[in-house]
């Protein structure tokens, strides 16, 4: 003879096959609204370094040249082409000269213009030009001061300013997606026990 099933149910009062659900889970930590405040400032400074780090590229100097028309020597980095900066309003020219082998130096146009200015003035680039052997004989007339500097990179420029936008964007984005879902879980969970401190 079968036995009848009890009329309310199994003895632990759940449905037969189904346990006790689950206890809903707590609050996250607070240590995550710091992880995402943390983000967003490491945004803001890194897009400031790195603004700071492309703009002094583009502004570096290898040696100030008085114009005054006497041949001055200069050492440069063989890394890459150099140009001139001549100071804008002086008429300024400039030849240069590569002490190894005596000969004049070609320099070669620039695309497109360029210009910087800093506390010591303003200037335009002209030509740029291979710097041989590093040590060159530059002379300038028109008066003031010319500059010998890198050549500019525009596709490193280009994508040292590409990156300073896209890394601090990523770190602010992601600092506010962690303060957004944390904030959303800390709103509809229960609070956790003191005991539980650490992130989840």
């Known amino acids: 003879?079968?036995?009848?099933?009890?009329?309310?149910?199994?003895?632990?009062?759940?449905?037969?096959g189904h346990g006790p659900l689950?206890?809903?889970?707590?609050?996250?930590s607070g240590w995550w609204f710091v992880l995402g405040g943390a983000l967003v400032v490491a945004a803001v400074a890194?897009?400031?370094?790195?603004?700071?780090?492309?703009?002094?590229?583009?502004?570096?100097?290898?040696?100030?040249v008085p114009a005054d028309g006497q041949p001055h020597v200069v050492t440069v980095e063989t890394d890459g082409d150099r140009t001139l900066w001549l100071q804008d309003g002086t008429g300024q020219s400039c030849d240069v000269v590569d002490t190894r082998t005596g000969e004049a130096v070609a320099q070669d146009p620039l695309i497109g213009s360029y210009q910087r200015s800093d506390s010591d003035g303003e200037w335009h680039a002209t030509g740029s030009f291979d710097p041989g052997s590093g040590t060159?004989?530059?002379?300038?007339t028109g008066g003031g001061t010319a500059l010998v500097a890198p050549a500019p990179q525009i596709g490193s420029f280009a994508i040292g300013i590409l990156l300073t936008i896209l890394v601090p964007l990523g770190l602010g984005l992601a600092g506010l997606?962690?303060?957004l879902v944390t904030g959303i879980l800390w709103a509809v969970r229960p609070a956790r026990?003191?005991?539980a401190t650490t992130p989840r």
């Open 1 to 16: 003879m079968t036995q009848a099933p009890p009329p309310y149910g199994t003895p632990s009062g759940y449905p037969p």
């Open 22 to 28: 689950p206890p809903p889970k707590k609050r996250p």
């Open 46 to 64: 890194v897009g400031v370094a790195m603004f700071v780090w492309v703009l002094s590229s583009f502004l570096e100097t290898d040696a100030k």
């Open 136 to 140: 060159l004989e530059v002379t300038c």
């Open 177 to 179: 997606v962690v303060l």
């Open 193 to 195: 026990s003191p005991a």
